[in-house]
């Protein structure tokens, strides 16, 4: 099974919380971030101050932040497809830390 690989080029930040990435294949995706940001790692990224500190890693060419949160980059160019399950998930993330407390 092989796994598509795209590199990222550069992103805009739309609105909160709200990203355009541009695809090495000439192809770019607007993605909410708001519904995935739960848990551990994403959840810190909503604080917006943090959120905005998103870069390019120059090494593997995907999205990543001072926490060390990031997302592949075949995920992000097919995010529809992903967007559903990445929510559930942190939905289940979420749940995972009310329950802690």
Same mark, same amino acid.
């Given at each position: 099974m092989s796994h !598509?690989?795209?590199r990222i080029l550069s992103f805009e930040i739309l609105e909160p919380y709200t990203l355009k990435?541009?695809?090495d294949d000439g192809?770019?995706?607007c993605i909410d971030f708001r519904p995935v940001l739960e848990g551990e790692l994403f959840? !810190?990224?909503s604080d917006e101050s943090l959120f905005n500190q998103v870069r390019i890693d120059l090494e593997v060419?995907?999205?990543v932040w001072p926490n060390g949160a990031d997302f592949d980059p075949a995920t992000l160019h097919d995010w529809p497809d992903h967007k559903i399950e990445f929510e559930l998930m942190a939905k289940r993330w979420s749940e995972k830390e009310s329950a802690a407390f």
């Open positions: !598509p690989i795209y990435v541009d695809f192809t770019s995706q959840g !810190p990224l060419h995907t999205l």
